[in-house]
């Protein structure tokens, strides 16, 4: 069973830093990972979605990577703002078809201003 | 990406009742949409995949008795929640599956949720 791990669980930084999230899984056969942005009370924007046959993706002034053998995605937030505080989640589908997708819990993200 | 609607936003029933909530595809054809429960503090936990013109396909431990699913057209899949009990009390999410063409390649798209409460 497809497990999916995200660290830390929660972070606090002054705006104007770089940040790295992380995001792991047991199982690599995954067919795509899609990292996700949901706002307190409100569904999910999709931030970036990675193939596996990918090793990164970006949009502005986030990037994530994938590195599918090892099982570990992480997201780059460069020059974060006020506006970035949020709960990301991670999201892999485990086949090409139309196939759920397994999440992480989350890391919560505030930044100061 | 696809754009997604859920209605109700919330909804406060009493233990018993029943209660249907709808997910519209606004901008596009979704032969799959998938629905989801989000308990407090925790992750997104896959409940089901409705298919369109067929029967839902439901997750290991999920009542399909107590979870019904329709997905009548290419726009519009219900969740109705039958006989509700407080321990029903969740976020229940949609999302539509972008399918294999255009930009979007197997891309879930996700509606703003569905808060219920059982009292």
């Known amino acids: 069973k497809q497990e999916v791990t995200q660290i830390p669980a929660a972070l606090s930084v002054p705006e104007g830093e770089n940040l790295v999230l992380n995001c792991s899984f047991t199982d690599s056969a995954i067919y795509n990972l899609q990292w996700f942005r949901q706002d307190p009370g409100k569904g999910l924007t999709s931030l970036l979605l990675i193939q596996s046959s990918q090793r990164e993706q970006t949009s502005g002034r986030l990037n994530a990577s994938l590195d599918k053998s090892s099982g570990r995605s992480t997201l780059y937030i460069a020059a974060s703002q006020p506006g970035d505080s949020a709960t990301y989640l991670c999201?892999?589908?485990?086949?090409?078809?139309?196939?759920?997708?397994?999440f992480g819990k989350g890391t919560h993200l505030i930044i100061q201003p | 990406g696809a754009v997604v609607s859920q209605h109700p936003s919330w909804v406060i029933c009493k233990s018993g009742t029943s209660v249907k909530i709808e997910c519209r595809s606004l901008d596009f054809q979704a032969t799959t949409m998938f629905w989801y429960r989000q308990f407090p503090k925790q992750s997104l936990m896959l409940m089901a995949t409705s298919n369109e013109g067929s029967k839902a396909t439901y997750e290991q431990g999920v009542e399909k008795d107590k979870f019904l699913i329709n997905h009548a057209s290419l726009t519009l899949s219900t969740l109705t929640v039958t006989s509700a009990h407080p321990e029903d009390s969740s976020f229940y999410i949609c999302s539509v599956h972008s399918g294999t063409a255009g930009k979007s390649y197997n891309e879930q798209f996700f509606g703003p949720g569905t808060r219920l409460t059982v009292l």
């Open positions: 999201a892999v589908r485990r086949s090409g078809g139309a196939d759920g997708l397994t």
